[in-house]
Nanobody, 127 residues
Framework: QVQLVESGGGLVQAGGSLRLSCAASGRTFSSYAVGWFRQAPGKEREFVAAISRGGGRTYYGDSVKDRFTISRDNAKNTVYLQMNSLKPEDTAVYYC????????????????????WGQGTQVTVSS
């Protein structure tokens, strides 16, 4: 069982930066891949970024590539999402999720592969 708590959301102007954190409980956190997803009002949940168990592989959605960076510190049971050059269209509730699945890249993009989810943190980017 893994419990996830997101933090770091808030209101920021376009072009600004935020760093989200996803803190996990449980001693087996390093056994899980972690992903970030977001959902804006009236829109479907969207894949943002993911990181492998050891942190050696990362994956990004096309809309955030080259602006967002995912990282993890397994000693602290925490995953981070550094978000730079934020745009109004980045406004959404951001969720972190943990899962255990095969190492093929395609699995990281699928929300259904993640068994554990946090409650989400709101990110609002003003124009």
């Amino acid at each position: 069982q893994v419990q996830l708590v997101e933090s770091g959301g808030g209101l920021v102007q376009a072009g600004g930066s935020l760093r989200l954190s996803c803190a996990a409980s449980g001693r087996t956190f390093s056994s899980y891949a972690v992903g970030w997803f977001r959902q804006a009002p009236g829109k479907e949940r969207e894949f943002v970024a993911a990181i492998s168990r050891g942190g050696g592989r990362t994956y990004y959605g096309d809309s955030v590539k080259d602006r967002f960076t995912i990282s993890r510190d397994n000693a602290k049971n925490t995953v981070y999402l550094q978000m730079n050059s934020l745009k109004p269209e980045d406004t959404a509730v951001y969720y972190c999720a943990a899962g255990s699945f095969p190492s093929s890249a395609t699995y990281y993009y699928r929300a259904g592969q993640y068994a554990y989810w946090g409650q989400g943190t709101q990110v609002t980017v003003s124009s």
